[in-house]
């Protein structure tokens, strides 16, 4: 069992930045892919950006290359989403999620454990 919790969201204007931090419980962290996911009122929850087991692999989705970078640290059992150059269409519920794959998966199904969210919301 993994127990995930967000924190970092808040309210910034168009262009601004944020930094999104999702500390996972257990010994075991290391062994899950971590995802970013976000959810739009009326909207379907959609993926941002994954990162490998290791660390080595990253994913995002083609809105957000180039000013979003999702990082982990295991030892502190954390895993980062740093977005620059903020849009109002970034609004959202952004949730942390860890998978039992290695590779940086993009698919929702394939993350077992969720975290609560945290809302971004980003003025224009």
């Known amino acids: 069992q993994v127990q995930l919790v967000e924190s970092g969201g808040g309210l910034v204007q168009a262009g601004g930045s944020l930094r999104l931090s999702c500390a996972a419980s257990g010994r075991t962290f290391s062994r899950y892919a971590m995802g970013w996911f976000r959810q739009a009122p009326g909207k379907e929850r959609e993926f941002v950006a994954a990162?490998?087991?290791?660390?080595?692999?990253?994913a995002y989705t083609d809105s957000v290359k180039g000013r979003f970078t999702i990082s982990r640290d295991n030892a502190k059992n954390t895993v980062y989403l740093q977005m620059n150059s903020l849009k109002p269409e970034d609004t959202a519920v952004y949730y942390c999620?860890?998978?039992?794959?290695?590779?940086?998966?993009?698919?929702?199904?394939?993350?077992?454990?969720w975290g609560q969210g945290t809302q971004v919301t980003v003025s224009s």
């Open positions: 990162v490998s087991a290791s660390g080595g692999y990253t």
């Open positions: 999620a860890a998978g039992k794959v290695v590779y940086a998966s993009r698919r929702l199904s394939e993350y077992d454990y």
